[in-house]
């Protein structure tokens, strides 16, 4: 067995994604592959009024998992919107279409995990909150070669 780990509020490996902002947890190189985990705080989005960008993707072989621990996220789970608030948990199969948008006006809070492990490396490899900034379209490429995932406009 692994080693019990504690990551305190101050420990993980902090990233910014555009307007978004997390941090990993647990990388799936730790667990052997088996999962990852990251808190992720999706910025507050366009007014209500405005036609929201769900963002819809999937993976093909990652199961990912969202738990809501503060703010209401509007999420795509295959060709339904769903309203979610504080604790409301969403587990999407691999293959499932999935996003989200925020359309609250305030940040909301998630824990995401990742099954098996290794995609939460995307959003540290492809960071904007380094100097040079990374090509705009270098995570979606990365998460299509490496994880099969695929990505629609919208």
């Known amino acids: 067995m692994g080693e019990a780990r ?3 509020a101050s420990g993980g490996v902090a990233f910014e994604d555009g307007d978004d902002r997390g941090r990993v947890l647990v990388f799936g190189h730790e667990t052997g592959g088996r999962y990852s985990l990251m808190e992720y705080v ?4 366009p007014a209500a009024d405005a036609a929201p960008g769900y963002g819809p993707h999937s993976h093909a072989a990652i199961e990912e998992t969202f ?3 503060q703010g209401r996220l509007s999420f795509l789970l295959g060709e339904e919107v769903i309203e979610l608030g504080p604790g409301d948990f969403v587990r999407v199969p691999p ?3 999935h996003g989200f948008a925020n ?3 305030e940040p909301v809070e ?3 995990g990742f099954v098996p492990g290794g995609f939460e490396t995307l959003f540290v490899r492809h960071r904007t ?3 040079p900034p990374p090509r705009p379209d270098g995570f979606i490429e990365d998460a299509t070669r490496e994880f099969a995932s695929t990505f629609e406009a919208g």
């Open 110 to 112: 998630l824990l995401v």
């Open 67 to 69: 738990l809501v621990r």
């Open 95 to 97: 293959g499932e279409r």
């Open 42 to 45: 999706v910025a507050a989005g």
């Open 129 to 131: 909150d380094r100097s």
């Open 6 to 8: 504690y990551i305190p």
């Open 103 to 105: 359309l609250s006006g």
